[in-house]
């Protein structure tokens, strides 16, 4: 106890210290000095009191890894010294379901960008996958609230603890990329606090966010960078933010709205920067008493206090970029991301001593991911490609033949991505076929890439691009020991594979590392261990925003009809079968779940349920299985998902091994956001408990009571 109250004493004396500091910097600074600190003097960076000793605010676009510099205009900088670890994307970290990973990524991503002089990240970014198509899917998490949580804030806490700002982005609805900069989006509350907000509370409030940054779209008709609702009401005052609030870049529409409804950095792409809003124009507007001083010192408090926990703190960390670490870190994440979708011939792991010549077919087996598109990417130190690695691993052992098989070369223009490669190219493809004839086996690696799945841009479709399953038919017909990779970090419809092949893999843009974890998993060296973070729906058109016809909107407003039933909420409730569901995933292993029990059987919302259950490793290889726990109430009083995850927990188990696993729900969490009373409702009554290897292999259940 007493420990604990010296911690907290030292903690408010720090934190009073570090406000006393700031209010006597305050006093000092000029008005001008105060409105050089609210807006960009550059591509990334803002502010700067030279005289007064307080640095430029340097920002860098995460979350693929710490961005190379850029000049005006943003062609490269040309430096020597930008180059960085590119850590896998998004929905392939989701895909790990480990959250110990998203701390890693961002505690290396954090060293670097320390190492780069960046005091904020721009990262990470999680808004929800509501639809298959947005374009920056793969950027993003999941279509999950609690799975997005809980990465969010690992991802959050590692970052910041190289004394750098992580900037939890879009804030909020930035859900399709088509007309993002004017769309409107109308989405109940509901739905906007059980679905939308939840990874950013728990960024802000569990993982003490310093920045966040404003979405491009309106909420509500009004632009998320001068939303009164989402900036001062939900993010300071009730989850009590105490950092900034910084624009999208070229996000804000306003001088006196912005500085009144929460804003307090203003960035953006062009100079000259005294044209910005909250440049010359804002100074005009405090002259004139549209806005106060108070705001505009709340405001410089804000920046400073960032200032202060990064690049002004005490003892800053050097930082180090692309150590061995980062490198193992990426690889980490690389290989506990991959998913494998079917094996129903035992292909894989491969049999090497059997294997004597592979043909390695497909674009995306010598492509690289760390740029491309419009949108953040990372200048690589390395990225090792999908034949690299094989050849790394195999490469003294089987005669690996490398076929083209198809163009991935794709420059997109307009708000659609569209397959404009016209089909298969026939040359390419008889080229891949007569090399698959002349080997044992023949491993294709197709999908998608980072031209064609881009910031700014949807997807028109689901479809494989560029002609890839004609090559995938044309290839299986003359080897039947064909394995198809499917690279993406959105679903695809690959129903026709499903279909005809009895072995596939997806995998992600992977990072640096990318090869050697593909040739590792394909191996055995590895046991695959990703889950999907998204549902694959078997037809666009039974994902429900097509569905209802909710996207992309009529006349620049999305009314997201669906509700609460996003992802999966939609698919289980309505009774749809996907292609592939919610946190699916296969390994060379097999599991038997049993004993499942909670400690009690009846609760009160103050109480916490303890979930036990035993997980046997039936098979033949070690492996990491990931227990899924969703609940379903059973007759709510109001409407209601089918089932929600509520806890899931990776545990590794041995050979022949039964592992006990642990999972703690929190009652609370069980709560519906009540509209009517702005409150969340833990209904009283009975819940299922479904513990399970995915959404929809529920191998174990229980039911559990709530009493007021
Ligand atoms: C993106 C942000 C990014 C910013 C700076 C914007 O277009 O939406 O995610 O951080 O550009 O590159």
Redesign the pocket.
């Known amino acids: 106890m007493a420990a604990t109250f010296t911690a907290v004493n030292a903690q408010s004396k720090k934190k009073q210290s570090i406000d006393s500091k700031i209010s006597s910097l305050i006093k000092k600074l000029t008005l001008e000095e105060k409105i050089s600190l609210l807006h960009a003097n550059g591509i990334f960076s803002a502010g700067g009191v030279k005289r007064l000793g307080i640095p430029a605010i340097m920002t860098d ?1 995460g979350p693929l890894g710490v961005r190379e510099d850029v000049k005006e205009g943003w062609g490269p900088a040309n430096l020597t010294t930008d180059s960085a670890t590119f850590f896998p994307n998004g929905s392939a970290l989701a895909a790990t379901w480990n959250p110990g990973l998203a701390y890693r990524y961002g505690h290396d991503m954090g060293e670097e960008a320390r190492a780069r002089g960046k005091n904020v990240m ?1 990262a990470p ?1 999680f808004n929800i996958a509501r639809m298959p198509l947005c374009g920056r899917t793969y950027e993003y998490y999941s279509e999950d609230p609690f799975l997005n949580a809980r990465l969010a804030v690992q991802s959050v806490k590692g970052i910041q603890s190289q004394h750098v700002a992580a900037c939890v ?2 804030f909020a609805v930035n859900n399709q990329e088509v007309e993002r900069g004017r769309v409107n989006v109308e989405v109940d509350e509901r739905a906007l606090r059980e679905i939308y907000l939840p990874a950013f509370k728990a960024g802000i409030t569990e993982g003490n966010a310093w920045t966040i ?1 404003s979405a ?1 779209n309106k909420l509500r008709g009004v632009y998320c960078s001068e939303n009164d609702y989402l900036l001062n009401k939900i993010l300071k005052d009730e989850w009590n933010f105490k950092g900034a609030v910084i624009s ?2 070229g996000g804000t529409h306003s001088t006196v709205n912005a500085a009144n409804n929460g804003l307090d950095l203003e960035m953006g792409s062009n100079p000259p920067y005294k044209t910005y809003y909250f440049a010359d124009k804002l100074l005009d507007s405090v002259k004139a008493g549209k806005v106060s001083i108070k705001v505009i010192d709340e405001k410089v408090h804000r920046i400073l206090w960032v200032l202060y926990h990064t690049g002004m703190s005490a003892n800053l960390p050097k930082g180090a970029i692309n150590t061995p670490a980062h490198s193992k870190t990426a690889y980490d994440i690389a290989s506990e991301s991959i998913v494998l979708l079917k094996n129903d011939q035992h292909l894989l792991p491969l049999n090497t001593s059997a294997i004597k010549s592979i043909a390695v077919i497909g674009d995306n087996a010598t492509r690289t991911f760390h740029l491309g598109g419009f ?2 990417g990372v200048k690589a130190r390395y990225e090792v490609t999908a034949l690299a690695g094989l050849q790394n691993r195999l490469g003294k052992t089987v005669n690996i033949k490398f076929s083209q098989g198809y163009s991935g070369a794709y420059k997109s223009s307009g708000s659609f991505v569209n397959d404009e490669t016209k089909g298969a190219d026939p040359a390419l493809v008889e080229q891949a076929v007569a090399v698959a004839k002349s080997c044992d086996m023949a491993i294709l690696f197709i999908g998608g890439n980072r031209d064609y799945e881009s ?1 700014s841009r949807d997807r028109k479709d689901l479809s494989l691009p560029f002609g890839e399953q004609t090559l995938v038919d044309a290839v299986t017909a003359v080897n039947p020991n064909t394995i198809v990779v499917v690279v993406g970090g959105a679903p695809y419809n690959i129903s026709q594979i499903k279909k005809s092949n009895h072995t596939i893999v997806w995998s992600w843009y992977n990072g640096s590392e990318n090869g050697n974890a593909l040739a590792d998993v394909l191996t055995g060296k590895i046991n695959p261990s990703g889950k999907l973070p998204f549902t694959f729906p078997a037809d666009l058109k039974d994902s429900p925003a097509f569905a209802l016809n909710a996207y992309p909107g009529d006349n620049l407003q999305v009314d997201y009809k669906e509700g609460i039933l996003v992802g999966y909420r939609w698919f289980d409730t309505k009774k749809i079968e996907p292609l592939y569901c919610f946190g699916y995933g296969l390994s060379y292993t097999s599991y038997k779940y049993s004993d499942f029990q909670t400690n009690k059987k009846s609760y009160k919302p103050s109480e916490y349920i303890v979930a036990t259950l035993k997980v046997k490793n039936t098979g033949k290889y070690a492996g990491k299985e990931t227990v899924q726990l969703y609940v379903s109430k059973i007759g709510s009083v109001v409407e209601r998902a089918d089932k929600e995850l509520k806890a899931f927990k990776k545990i590794d188990i041995a050979v022949g091994e039964t592992a006990t696993v642990t999972l703690t729900i929190p009652v609370k969490d069980l709560a519906y956001y009540d509209v009517k009373t702005s409150k969340w409702i833990v209904e009283p009554g009975k819940y299922k408990l479904l513990a399970g290897t995915s959404s929809r292999d529920i191998e174990q259940s229980s039911a559990i009571e709530v009493v007021d």
């Open positions: 676009d721009l970014a982005k879009h940054m491009y999208d870049w949108g953040a910031e």
